[in-house]
């Protein structure tokens, strides 16, 4: 069967598994990259601010303090050139007044509130018209100020000291607003680290299930073909690597269903082809077992015994594969009535009573009185099939147990041997389709291992189970607990 050519199958093309794991991972760390990013900005913005803030407002205390010194030294200058009227006194005067002119204009170019620039621009102006008094009066190098002229000075100073105390309190005032700048950085921060890490978190749950969602899908198609049957189409979605996985599988699932389809057609076919001889023989067999046509010998005799106890043994051989086909074939339909499950024990009994000779096996019965309402025919071959397993590995001369009671609206049958028992790493196996023990050599065919499996298909139709309970001295091989409900109708 070719891959390409299987209908009722689509392929989901989406990149590869590499490709997905690497998106994924770009898209993961997206919102990591965004917090980084928006932080170092954050960070490098309030950086750049607070130290522009700092050195204007340092710059400007500091002209504010030069400003002062400039003005203190102008008026010892004044005052020394008019006690001793020296030209390098008044020289000295006019550098000091240079200097003090350039701080102004410096100070000047900071970003200043308005209340700053109108304290300095008042200073300057009241500084200029002292100046001109003194050009006037220095104009024959005679220097003479009134007492009032030599006062401004102290005027001018104590506006410099106020510009100098306004100016550190600006910066008391720009350094709480940049603490109060600090905290909001980090307020904001804290908010992207903790959008992004569960953004993040919430992408990566989302892509991992996204990437083990096709995966599980392969392997809940893997656990339908072992447990569910070949009948369900399998289509993944996902990468390409694993829609190709799953192209496979569906190329498996056909050609297991088509397989499966063969063997039951096969085993359709081989237990009808056997039933109609098998029948024709045991027929053949009981006429010579009753001597019609003549007395038999004892040796002749043996070989018919033998000849029967192997009818029996292929015939339920052959019904079992019978019955197995039509369990998987179709849905199991129970036909309730009610009836009496001792007599149905009884019967079964009976039915094996010539194997039981053989072996010389005595069965054991605690039976009580016990009305069902379930399929008769699906339990005695639930019933059949538990006791012939007992009878198959029960030694020559061994007991056979048959328990039959009710309790809480459950019939409890227990079937238990005097045979080797079953280990307990084949326990799980039991009840499997096919699955067959080591048969003992007293036993001549060799079961379908299909006897058990029907039992527990059958078992579960009608709600009950099957347990194995430890063995005991009475009772040293298999010992099989069915429970099955009384009325089936109310369950």
Known sequence: MNKSNIPNYKIFVIGSLYQWALATFVIVTLPLIFAIIYSVIEVSNYTQKSQKTLFQTVNSTENSRIILDRLISMERSIRQFQVLNEPDIFSSYQDHRSKFLTVVKSLKSNELNQNLIGQLNSLQQNESLLHQKILRHSANNQLTLAKA???????????????????????????????????????????????????????????????????????????????????????????????????????????????????????????????????????????????????????????????????????????????????????????????ELAPLLERIVTEYQLLLRSKNITVIRNVSSVKVNADYDKLKIIISNVFSNALKFSPQGSTIGLTLKTQSNLVQLTVEDQGPGINEKIKPLIFKDFYQGISPQSWNVKGSGLGLALVKHYLDAHNGSIDLLQANKKFCGARFHLLIPTNLSSQ
């Not at 694993?242 to 081989?270: A, P, S």
């Not at 027929?283 to 077992?289: D, H, I, Y």
């Not at 043996?302 to 998987?328: A, F, H, W």
């Open 149 to 339: 002229d030599l006062n401004t000075f102290d005027q001018l100073t104590s506006q410099a000291r106020l510009l100098l105390t306004e100016g550190e309190k600006r910066v008391g005032i720009e350094a709480n607003s940049l603490s109060k700048i600090a905290e909001r950085v980090l307020q904001r921060l804290v908010y992207s680290t903790f959008i992004s890490i569960p953004l993040a978190l919430l992408l990566g749950l989302t892509f991992v299930h996204l990437l083990t969602r096709p995966i599980k899908g392969i392997g809940q198609a893997i656990r339908n073909l072992g447990e569910e049957g070949f009948e369900q189409p399998i289509s993944i979605k996902g990468p390409h690597d694993l829609t190709e996985i799953g192209l496979d599988l569906e190329w498996l699932r056909q050609k297991l269903n088509r397989l499966e389809y063969e063997k039951q057609q096969f085993i359709r076919n081989i237990s009808h082809e056997l039933k109609t001889p098998l029948a024709t023989l045991k027929e053949g067999t009981n006429l010579l077992a009753e001597n019609v046509v003549g007395e038999l010998n004892a040796e002749q005799q043996e070989i018919i015994r033998l000849m029967k106890l192997s009818n029996i043994t292929i015939y339920d051989l052959v019904e079992n594969l019978l019955e197995y086909q039509k369990t998987i074939s179709t849905q199991t339909e129970l036909n309730q009535s009610v009836f």
